[in-house]
């Protein structure tokens, strides 16, 4: 318990030690749960005070490549080396990128509550929040095989008909054999198993029920 309240301690202070006065978190237009999503509603609400969400949006997409480099990696990845190498490896690399002082120094707040492990988590899950905060509904619809042209222009209109006025559809769509058939549609916090695979499961477990 005590771990928790100094990490939301210490996600606050990032968030409001950038801006003076301090005041209070703004709120992200979703919740994102975990400690990605707490360190991620800190930076949304830097970043929105700053008035540089966009920007902090596209400097984290070059951030997340730089943490995919083999070589820094492999410095971050690694328990056996010190956190504070760790921290100047990173920062290193941020300010040779010319990225804002925001990102540099939510980088480096990762860094110094031995967090960086958890930097692609961070990114996608601030990567949700600035979905919502555009108005888009992230949508994932799983086939057996991959959808046709007229198929796939069909289901866009289907699932267009759920969003409310303002919203935008995120779609992707990813082939999954294993359903051998149907599809598995998720949309915003809905969730819908229309596979094969799954009625097979459910008959069986009927025939199974019955004997």
Request: charged share 25%.
């Amino acid at each position: 318990m005590a771990a928790a309240v100094g990490l939301s301690q210490k996600v606050r202070h990032f968030s409001t030690s950038l801006v003076r006065p301090a005041s209070k978190l703004v709120q992200p237009p979703i919740q994102v749960y975990g400690l990605e999503g707490r360190y991620a509603t800190a930076l949304y609400s830097a970043a929105s005070k700053q008035k540089k969400l966009d920007q902090t949006e596209k400097e984290l997409s070059r951030v997340s490549a730089l943490i995919r480099d083999p070589k820094l990696s492999g410095v971050v990845m690694n328990p056996h080396i010190k956190g504070t190498v760790k921290q100047k490896v990173v920062n290193d690399a941020l300010v040779k990128e010319k990225l804002s002082p925001i990102t540099v120094n939510f980088v480096n707040v990762l860094a110094e509550n031995g967090r960086l492990r958890y930097t692609p988590g961070v990114i996608s899950a601030f990567g949700k929040i600035m979905s919502a905060y555009r108005g888009e509904v992230l949508c994932s619809v799983t086939t057996a095989q991959p959808l046709d042209d007229a198929s796939l222009t069909e289901l866009k209109t289907a699932l267009n008909g759920f969003l409310a006025k303002g919203e935008i559809l995120k779609l992707e769509v990813k082939t999954d054999p294993s359903i051998l058939g149907g599809m598995i549609v998720s949309i915003g916090d809905k969730y819908v198993d229309m596979s094969t695979k799954s009625k097979v499961q459910k008959l069986t477990k009927i025939m199974k029920e019955a004997v």
